[in-house]
């Protein structure tokens, strides 16, 4: 089975750089955590420079040689960047181009005209999750903002029947299929294969947003019982447009690069066998830089030209597309280069040798372990990065499909309880016109509920693949 079209370039070292015991390590660990949720939380420091000081703080932590300390920073957040930086960026592209050109708001308009009554809110659970896929978090919620507004506004709904629905399709997509930055890492971390990762992936986003999104938001109505505030809607691209992109079109192309991907894993699942040209042509065309690729330059016919959009406007498109995702590859960079200080110090091998007296399955530990870390950083990423750098020993032995169910573990744990140290929580709290209570109510018991339904299901497959 392949894997990432970028394999990690540089060997782990066969010695750790550091002959600390594990208590030392162990103290080490939790020192270096300790620096990064520390700058974060008080000093307010950016997530990249918080990495980077507590990678060097962890590696002192454990008496490992500075200078080797930064050689393994440094080469974990080179090799990092290099397995996902070109699919953040196309992603990027991608999610630039659905935007501006009103193929987003076409597949909303669409969907939303179909629907009515009860069924809003499956409606609203499944346009976030189409619209998620190739959409980082963030630019998602200001995308759909506008569309949770107006219906909530239109049809009377309380706002957390329509927007808890649109937040969990948007945050299960981020936390748990890849082509997204964490679970892309994680995958890489760990040596899963990303067809089968994805197939996996939608698997258990199914049950997830059922249960985080149109259900929840039953209890999370009756909680937070608000409508919508009286304030200025964010004007939506597709208003400045003469035209605008077809319905079906627009959702081939997002969904194109899922297909081509999923089509390479199922190829490799029937023939298996690396020297069959059929199989040879489906491992190109289906791993991810291809697959993204493609979406993008289909795009240009299928979302650009029926906008109206000619030739002068792509390049300052994609220049803007790619201008806000700087900060978050130096944040998966920075991420990888702490993944990689945790192995070179000994680290993984430390939670390898503990792990095998404890009864504790490998997957619910990867779980916990994501845990710990999204609750102290914030961070989804920073911990899903941090995690499969921890476990990735653990995967040695593993099956395929058991090494991409240990990527979901990991996931799903990044996701749990955002609180006042998660960006999202403020984002979430701000569009929504919300004080502290009622966010933690609604949107940090959401992210629980993701977080717990996603590992159980995870934990429920591997006993049955």
Do not use: C
């Amino acid at each position: 089975m392949t894997r990432l079209s970028v394999e990690i370039l540089a060997a782990d070292p066969v010695e750790p750089i550091t002959s600390a015991g594990h208590a030392q390590l162990g103290i080490a660990v939790l020192a270096g955590i300790a620096v990064i949720v520390l700058l974060i939380t008080q000093f307010k420091l950016h997530a990249f420079l918080s990495l980077t000081i507590g990678s060097l703080a962890l590696g002192a932590f454990a008496g490992a040689p500075l200078d080797k300390v930064i050689t393994s920073f440094t080469g974990g957040l080179g090799t990092t960047v290099a397995g996902v930086g070109v699919l953040i960026a196309l992603g990027a592209i991608l999610g630039k181009m659905l935007a501006d050109s009103g193929g987003a708001d076409q597949i909303v308009d669409t969907i939303l005209a179909k629907a009515g009554g009860r069924s809003m809110p499956w409606a609203m659970v499944l346009i976030a999750s189409v619209i998620g896929l190739p959409l980082f978090f963030e630019v998602g919620v200001v995308l759909l903002i506008p569309v949770v507004l107006m219906v909530a506004k239109r049809g009377n709904y309380s706002l957390m029947r329509i927007g808890i629905p649109a937040l969990a399709g948007l945050s299960v997509m981020h936390g748990l299929v890849p082509p997204h930055p964490g679970p892309l890492v994680a995958i890489d971390a760990v040596k899963a294969n990303l067809g089968v990762t994805l197939a996996l992936g939608v698997l258990v986003a199914i049950p997830t947003v059922i249960v985080a999104g149109p259900l929840f938001s039953r209890y999370a109505a009756r909680w937070v019982d608000v409508q919508a505030p009286d304030r200025m809607v964010p004007q939506r691209a597709s208003e400045d447009l003469e035209k605008r992109p077809g319905f079906g079109p627009t959702l081939a192309t997002i969904l194109l690069p899922v297909v081509l991907m999923l089509s390479k894993a199922l190829v490799d699942i029937v023939i298996d066998d690396p020297e069959n040209t059929t199989q040879r042509v489906f491992d190109v065309i289906g791993s991810p830089l291809i697959a993204l690729l493609a979406s993008v330059l289909v795009g240009i016919f299928t979302l650009l030209r029926p906008a109206g959009f000619g030739k002068e406007r792509l390049t300052p498109l994609v220049e803007k597309g790619l201008a806000p995702i700087a900060g978050i590859l130096l944040i998966v960079g920075a991420g990888g280069g702490f993944k990689q200080t945790l192995i070179d110090t000994g680290v993984g091998q430390m939670i390898l040798d503990i792990s095998k007296d404890w009864s504790i399955p490998a997957l619910l530990l990867a779980w916990l372990i994501a845990v710990a870390i999204r609750l102290a950083t914030g961070s989804a990423t920073v911990a899903t990065v941090s995690a499969a750098g921890l476990v990735a020993p653990l995967a040695a032995d593993m099956s395929t499909t058991h090494t991409a169910l240990l990527v979901l573990a990991i996931g799903a744990g990044s996701l749990f309880f955002s609180h006042v140290n998660d960006a999202g929580f403020w984002l979430v709290k701000e569009y929504f016109g919300l004080n502290v209570g009622q966010t933690v109510k609604t949107w940090s018991v959401m992210e629980t509920i993701i977080s717990v339904v996603a590992g159980g299901v995870v934990l429920l497959l591997s006993l049955v693949i």
